[in-house]
């Protein structure tokens, strides 16, 4: 996949790293540490400007986050109660539950959306809470940007950095996606094997 990313930033230049981060976003087994790091990895070579590195990874991220947060305030929380009430064990939460995480989120929305955005695996998802939950579109993209902003711009400062070794940022960062996955995976059924609706 690498030899893929680093032949599409090569011949498409900053919409090359845009559209890639839009992908990611919307598919996220993209990986964001290879894209932004090969990135960075040519504006140390001079083909491209580390800052405009940092803001065309951004804005295709910021499509992409965008993207499915529209799709989560189109579901909305009304289409969103049958489908709890029918697959509550499958989605791990019963009603009462949403609306605890609704009154969080209420509270702790641009935090919560600004920290996700620097979680891998995570930071992909956090759209879709923000938009359920009808969080506005302004302090979205306003905290969704500032964290994007600094996730693409550490991964493609460090592959700038690092150069030839931009392969180090992936020989870290790679296991800690991995393990973030699989940690949400057997949370997820550890979940489905203990739920049980409240009142039962």
């Known amino acids: 996949m690498a030899d893929w990313v680093r032949h599409l930033i090569e011949g498409g230049g900053y919409a090359g790293v845009a559209f890639l981060m ?13 894209i932004m790091s090969l990135a960075g990895l040519q504006a140390s070579r001079g083909t491209m400007t ?14 992409g986050n965008i993207a ?19 697959f509550g064990r499958f ?8 609306e605890r995480a609704d009154r969080f989120f209420d509270r702790w929305a ?9 979680v ?6 956090v759209s879709v809470p923000a938009g359920l939950f009808g969080m506005p579109l302004v302090p979205f993209v306003l905290w969704s940007t500032i964290g ?25 960062l790679g296991p800690a996606s991995t393990a973030v996955v699989l940690l949400l995976l057997l949370w997820y059924f ?8 409240r009142g039962k």
Do not use: H, Q
């Open 22 to 34: 839009f992908l990611e976003t919307v598919f996220p087994p993209v990986p964001s540490e290879i």
């Open 110 to 118: 641009g935090g919560f959306v600004c920290i996700g955005r620097i």
């Open 120 to 125: 891998p695996t995570i930071r992909s998802l």
């Open 148 to 172: 994007t902003a600094g996730w693409t711009g550490a991964l493609a400062t460090a592959g700038y950095l690092l150069g030839r070794n931009y392969g180090d940022i992936d020989a870290y």
């Open 91 to 98: 989605l791990t939460m019963d009603w009462r539950e949403v």
């Open 50 to 63: 580390l800052w405009g590195v940092i803001l065309c990874g951004t804005a295709g991220a910021m499509l």
């Open 190 to 197: 550890y979940r489905v094997l203990t739920w049980k609706p």
């Open 68 to 86: 499915w947060y529209y799709v989560a305030r189109w579901l909305g929380i009304d289409r969103l109660r049958p489908l709890v009430d029918r």
